[in-house]
Every structure is written in C-alpha cells, then in structure tokens.
C-alpha cells in the first residue's frame, strides 16, 4: 500500500571517520589505506570528486603507496575510482571501500552504499573544516573540540555527529533542485548552494 510496507535494499555498513582538520583526516586516511594493503593486499577508495581523486594521488604517491585506476591490475595496490557503475562489480572481499569526503547530497552516499552491497562496509572520511561542515556548522563544532582538546589525528566518534551528517546531506537535498556538477567539494557547495 502505497510503498510503506516495501522492503528496504540492503545496504553497505556505513561508518564516519571524522577528524578535527584536513591534515589529521589525510593522516589517518593514509594509515588506514597502508593497513588494508598490508592485511588484505588491496585497497578500495571512491572519489566524488576530481580534485579529491587529484590530491590521492598526491598523497600515495608521497606516502610511497602503491595506487591504480586499472579495474585488472589492483593486487597489492590501492584502486582509485570515480565510476558508480564500476563498484558492483568488485568484489570486495571484506575489504571496507574508503570516501576521502562526504558528498553533500544524501542521494550519491545512499547510491555508493546501495553498489557497494550489503554484506561489505564503507568509511566516510571528514573533517570539521571541510566545506560539508562549514556550511552547516559554522565554525561552532570546531571551536568545541578545540575546548575539549581533540587532536588533529585523534578520531571524533559518535552517534549523534553521524545522524547530523546524514540530516545535514538530506537538508542539502531539500535546497537543491537541480544540482550543478564541480570538480571538488569546495566548488560544489559554493555552485549549488550559493554560500
């Protein structure tokens, strides 16, 4: 009846690795890339962005990581991708798929999750000072961590920030109608919600 008795697609686990800033967030993003290849041989990682996908590459190639864009030869190096159409065909293998950022619409995380499927997991990395962050919180989440003194590598946990984050991308969803593609997040939000 009127779908509210459908049953839900399952989903990818979803988990936020949120940091106090940009350098503490690539920092743990690169431990966590170096630790997936040391215990699985391969590491997944899906950017939003082009300029996200641009500064990984940076960032392995300067960690000394290993890193590939070619579907086939990705053991023992971490595979970039920018395609939603190409994740279902991976397989996974326990192996969580890591986001350098969030997306500020709810719909491109609910998609990712949906390709990723069900029984693999996802890590949503963030920072406070990250543009996502910016335009809901205004600095005042930021200024309480630096009271409470979190480090820039210490991981910001909690139930309550990730309701927030995914309450903060479906209000974005509200206000955009027709979204306008960008190549970084900084550019996205200042095109689609006039901040």
Not at 64 to 73: A, K, S
Not at 86 to 93: C, D, E, H
């Amino acid at each position: 009846m009127f779908g509210l008795f459908k049953k839900k697609e399952p989903k990818a686990a979803e988990e936020y690795c949120v940091y106090y800033n940009q350098i503490g967030k690539y920092r743990q993003l690169v431990k966590e890339l170096k630790n997936q290849l040391e215990h699985h041989q391969k590491a997944f990682v899906f950017c939003f962005f082009d300029d996200t996908r641009t500064e990984m590459k940076r960032l392995l190639e300067s960690a000394g990581i290993p890193f590939t864009e070619d579907m086939e030869g990705h053991k023992d190096a971490v595979l970039l991708l920018d395609q939603l159409q190409a994740l279902p065909t991976i397989n996974f293998n326990g192996v969580p798929l890591v986001l350098p950022e969030i997306h500020p619409l709810r719909s491109f995380t609910e998609n990712v999750l949906s390709a990723v499927g069900p029984s693999n997991a996802m890590l949503c990395f963030t920072s406070l000072d990250s543009p996502f962050f910016k335009i809901f919180g205004d600095g005042r989440l930021m200024h309480l961590m630096q009271k409470m003194g979190v480090e820039e590598n210490e991981r910001i946990s909690h139930t309550m920030i990730d309701k927030s984050i995914q309450r903060a991308q479906k209000k974005t969803e509200s206000k955009v109608f027709q979204e306008k593609p960008a190549t970084s997040l900084e550019a996205w939000v200042a095109i689609n919600l006039n901040k």
